[in-house]
């Protein structure tokens, strides 16, 4: 199974993301994680993302485009992945698109978690990294609506978007994804 796991920073991505990798037996592609590893280790890709992370603003798509690419050729992707975190604008899209088509892979489902901004603020604000001052915070609400929410019309229009409410306890969220994603299983 193939899934683009897609919602606002501090929409609780992370932990559903883990729990549904496990699940169903998926690689996890965190373009995040995947990031700040390359920043601690303070590659070139790294050095230059971390201008960008650290003002909340997304990274530049070829440096993401490139690293998935890279990503996507390796064994553990060749059975199904959760994409967490990418794609995040319409060209990262196009170009997943177009190397998925290349493959006759596509994605089966793109599964979008909702919640309110009043809520994300207040939870970004109690989490404590780096990138969660609140101006970084607010630049990075700012990057979902003016750039990655378009997605959820793309996805949608292609007939892949499925919406989950992420208000609620862990469990109950995660009872909701499961029964979206046995319907791809
Ligand atoms: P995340 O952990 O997914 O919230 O990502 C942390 C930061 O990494 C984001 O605020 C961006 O600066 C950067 N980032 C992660 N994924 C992407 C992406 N697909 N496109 C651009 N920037 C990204």
């Known amino acids: 199974m193939r899934i683009i796991f897609i919602g606002p920073p501090g929409a609780g991505k992370g932990t559903q993301a883990e729990r549904i990798v496990a699940k ?11 990031l700040r590893a390359a920043r601690d280790a303070k590659t070139e890709v790294g050095l230059k993302a971390e201008k960008y992370m650290s003002g909340g603003q997304l990274v530049p798509d070829e440096i993401l485009v490139d690293m998935i690419a890279e990503r996507l050729k390796q064994e553990d992707c060749q059975t199904g992945y959760l994409l967490d975190g990418f794609p995040r604008t319409i060209a990262q899209a196009e ?15 793109v599964l979008e978690l909702q919640v309110p901004e009043e809520e994300l ?27 990655t929410s378009p997605l959820l ?33």
């Open 24 to 34: 169903y037996k998926l690689a996890h592609l965190s373009t995040g994680d995947m």
């Open 95 to 109: 170009a997943l698109d177009s190397m998925l088509d290349a493959k006759q892979t596509p994605v089966d489902v």
């Open 121 to 147: 603020f207040k939870r970004l604000a109690g989490r404590g990294r780096a990138d969660d001052k609140p101006e970084v915070i607010r630049e990075r609400l700012v990057a979902y609506t003016n750039q």
């Open 153 to 185: 019309e793309y996805y949608n229009k292609k007939g892949k978007l499925k919406s989950i409410g992420g208000l609620g306890s862990i469990e109950d969220i995660f009872a909701e994804v499961v029964q979206v994603l046995d319907t791809f299983a």
